[in-house]
């Protein structure tokens, strides 16, 4: 894993997928390969002038049954970036309101011939579902408690940035990992690349057989957090929970909340990240979220549109291939 890119398959063989369905299932060097992708895009995002007609003429579908500030704004950046025609569907304003099925919304945008689908969906297992009935590339942006493979490549892509490696580092999940997305996806990916992942939660939050995932799991988040290159907060997510989960926010924060006082106790160094949205003052505290030089939430965001212009772009190279265009 010390040199990565020369370990690739050659062509099209580096990534073989026609979907970005989860981590789950992906090589480490697959993994690499998107990372890598997105490094070129990295600078080119900087400049001034930020438009490449790698995907013109090319139709993305960005249908999100979910809200999205983050996924769906970099997508459609990372789509327009390279030069594709991007259509948002919000599922708010369309028939799903009118009863339509799932299946039928995926016929009717097959039937518009997309090239691409970004989807995200409440369910687990829909992206999946869609990613069986349609013609095109599916791109997951989150689906149900199942994965967020893109969150995890642009929390890898960050991590990376800010280290230099994954390889060796210790890194902290903390949060409600029952019923997060991203935390899965992360550990797999993490894992994948030969990180140290340690897990934290009460245990209402912690999900059953963890250790199953190679983490190490913690209730105590002090003891977590020791020697730890990278700490990554997760969000209460009240709007999946039924019932009580946590005895009050108060107590939450008091054990499980990043706080400045909490951070001072840890190695000098440790990095912050959030995939957000935040709950400031619960999970994380402004005066730590907003650190110049230890968080990388804004960070975060900045590799998120990099690495969905990586994702589009390899996984539409089919497409272009098979219309002779590249
Ligand atoms: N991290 C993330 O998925 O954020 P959004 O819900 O804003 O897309």
Same mark, same amino acid.
């Given at each position: 894993?010390?040199s ?18 989860g981590?789950? /299932? ?16 990295? =600078? ?12 013109a /003429?090319l139709?993305?579908? $960005? ?18 970036r ?27 945008? $097959? ?9 995200r969906? /409440?369910s ?7 990613a ?40 902290v ?6 019923h997060?997305?991203?935390?899965r996806? $992360? ?5 994948s ?5 340690r897990?934290?939660?009460?245990? +209402? ?22 020697g +730890?290159?990278?700490?990554m ?25 990043l ?7 840890t ?37 998120g ?12 190279? =089919? ?8």
């Amino acid at each position: 894993m010390t040199s990565p890119a020369s370990s690739y398959p050659p062509g099209s063989a580096a990534f073989p997928h026609r979907d970005l369905v989860g981590i789950g /299932g992906l090589a480490p060097h697959e993994l690499l390969f998107l990372l890598d992708e997105a490094e070129q895009w990295v =600078g080119f995002n900087r400049l001034s002038q930020k438009h490449d007609d790698r995907l013109a /003429g090319l139709t993305i579908i $960005n249908a999100f049954f979910e809200n999205s500030t983050r996924t769906l704004l970099s997508f459609e950046i990372a789509g327009k970036r390279l030069g594709a025609d991007v259509v948002n569907m919000h599922a708010g304003q369309s028939s799903i309101k009118k009863g339509e099925t799932l299946i039928d919304t995926a016929m009717t945008l $097959n039937a518009m011939h997309a090239d691409a689908i970004v989807i995200r969906h /409440g369910s687990s297992g829909a992206v999946q579902l869609i990613a069986d009935k349609v013609d095109c590339p599916v791109l997951n942006a989150g689906d149900g408690q199942h994965e967020h493979p893109t969150q995890a490549l642009l929390d890898a892509l960050t991590i990376r940035h800010a280290r230099g490696r994954i390889y060796g580092l210790t890194v902290v999940i903390c949060g409600d990992l029952l019923h997060s997305r991203v935390a899965r996806s $992360n550990i797999l990916c993490l894992t994948s690349l030969g990180a140290r992942v340690r897990v934290c939660a009460p245990p +209402a939050l912690m999900p059953a057989a963890i250790e199953q995932m190679k983490v190490e799991p913690f209730h105590q988040f002090d003891k977590a957090l020791e020697g +730890a290159d990278v700490v990554m907060m997760l969000r209460l997510q009240n709007e999946r929970m039924e019932g009580q989960f946590i005895p009050s926010p108060r107590e939450y924060r008091h054990l499980y909340g990043l706080t400045e006082e909490r951070l001072a106790r840890t190695c000098p160094d440790t990095l912050v990240m959030h995939p957000g949205p935040m709950n400031r003052g619960i999970e994380i505290d402004s005066n730590v979220a907003d650190l110049v030089d230890r968080s990388l939430i804004t960070r975060q965001v900045e590799m998120g549109v990099a690495i969905r212009m990586a994702c589009l772009d390899v996984l539409t190279r =089919g497409v272009r291939q098979v219309e002779g265009w590249q």
